[in-house]
């Protein structure tokens, strides 16, 4: 039973797999060269070959939006391809921003099928 | 007899300064630098597909022509994140509908890398709401099966057409 275990495990590991990935998990605002904002850098990493525009955001404890400011919100980021992007959040707001969070945006498909919208939240070292 | 001395060790410089280079050239390092954090990685494994077992439903039973979508979690910091999937409540795209269409869905852990640390993540997963919420209490890989199953109102007909439904898969920092 536990070798037919690894052996499923074993071949899931090994099929195709499309993964969203950023870091860090835990950002730090520092300040930034304006003042009267905070600024921390994230990178993200593309593997999902169905997915080309991620859309990242900045929320607090229950995910209601806190203003911020990024180059791009929704950017295009091509399969394997790494990106990396600041974020800024007004000084006053440090204390009520907690999440920060790329979304992968899905296109319009023609098959008849499901999707999956992947999101990961880093959260901000208070 | 001197200045065949000096030859010789001007000759012996010249071969071991030529080694040295060799060497040096043979030691030559190429750095290849990486840093590793600890990280959520969110993979998708199998988006899914609807069968259409008869003209009012749409589904991902197996049984009845769907395929699950299944989502891979891969943490590498235990008891750091929460797994938050929902799936698909509506329809992102489709063709003009004739009724209200009704969602069922359930979210279960498929497979675990590890039986011992991840075994009762089914058995401690909180839902609320259409969402179910695991802690992901250790290093490792999760995979969960989304099913769905959406049922047009009156048992009218599903018009002909393309058909997609998003499930979210979220991976939160704790």
Redesign the interface.
Known sequence: MRLL?YI??GI??A?P??????????PEMRPAHVDGLLVTTMKMFN??A?VEFYEVGVFDENFQPVPFVTAYNVFKLEYLGHTTFDIYIRAQDRNRAM?ICSRSK?R????????????????IIK | MFNKTIKSMTILGIVAMASGNIFALNAAEVPITGTV?????????N????G?PNAYT?T?TPAEGGDP?V??F?VT?AD??YAEITP?TAF??SPSLPDTVSWTGDVQVK?V?D?TGMGTYETDKVEFGNTDRYDLTATG?T?FQ?D?TATMGGNKAFPGG?????????????
Request: proline share 2%.
């Open positions: 275990t499923i495990l899931m590991l099929l797999v499309n993964a969203h990935e950023m870091v860090p998990a835990y593997k999902r169905d999440y899905i319009k498909g023609s098959a008849t099928s499901t999707a999956i919208s992947s999101k990961i939240c880093s959260k | 954090e600890s990280r959520c990685i969110i993979q998708t494994d988006a899914g597909t609807f259409n749409l991902t979508a989502v891979r891969d910091l750091a994140y698909p992102s795209s497979t890398s039986a890989s995979w989304i769905a393309s058909y997609t439904a998003v499930a979210e898969a979220v991976c939160v920092a704790k």
